[in-house]
C-alpha cells in the first residue's frame, strides 16, 4: 500500500516543481478517464501539452488520439464515399488504443468490406462456424 501523501494532482493546479514528487493528473480515453502517475519532468511535458502527452501514452499520433476519444474507440472506414468525403461508418465496435491504430482508416466498413484480411478479426466474432 503506498503512501498518497506526496502525490500532488495536477488539475489542482500546484506547482509541478517538487523533485521526486509524483502527480497525478487523469487523461481522457476512449472508455473514460485514465489515471496517470507522473515524475516532475513528466509532469512538466503533460502541462505543456496534455492531449500530446496522452497521445503518447497510448501510442497514437495526436489525430489518432482525439477521433479515439471523440469516436468512443470506434474504428472508422478507410474507403471514400461516392461523394469524395471519408466514409464515416464503423470497421468494428469500440477497441483499446493498440488495436484503434490498426484499424482507424485502415480497415473497412460492412458495405465497403472487400478484403478481409484488413478487417479485424474479431468482427462478427459470434463463431459462426460454417462446415462447408
Ligand atoms: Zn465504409
Not at 502525490?7 to 489515471?35: C, M
Not at 496517470?36 to 488520439?65: C, I, K, W
Not at 461523394?83 to 465497403?112: E, I, P, W, Y
Request: with cysteine; aromatic share 6%; net charge neutral.
Amino acid at each position: 500500500m503506498t503512501s498518497k501523501s506526496n502525490i500532488v494532482r495536477i488539475e489542482d493546479h500546484k506547482q509541478i516543481n517538487e523533485p521526486g514528487g509524483t502527480f497525478l493528473t487523469n487523461v481522457r480515453s476512449a472508455t473514460g478517464g485514465h489515471d496517470l502517475f507522473l515524475s516532475m519532468d513528466e509532469g512538466r511535458v503533460y502541462d505543456a501539452n496534455p492531449d500530446a502527452f496522452a497521445a503518447a501514452h497510448f501510442g497514437l499520433t495526436l489525430e489518432q488520439y482525439r477521433d479515439w476519444v471523440h469516436g468512443e474507440g470506434v474504428p472508422k472506414c478507410s474507403a471514400t464515399t461516392k461523394r469524395g468525403t471519408l466514409c464515416n461508418a464503423a470497421v468494428c465496435q469500440s477497441v483499446d488504443a493498440d488495436k484503434f491504430k490498426q484499424l482507424h482508416r485502415k480497415g473497412l466498413c460492412h458495405a465497403h468490406r472487400e478484403d478481409i484480411a484488413l478487417v479485424a478479426t474479431r468482427i462478427g466474432s459470434a463463431d459462426r462456424t460454417m462446415n462447408a
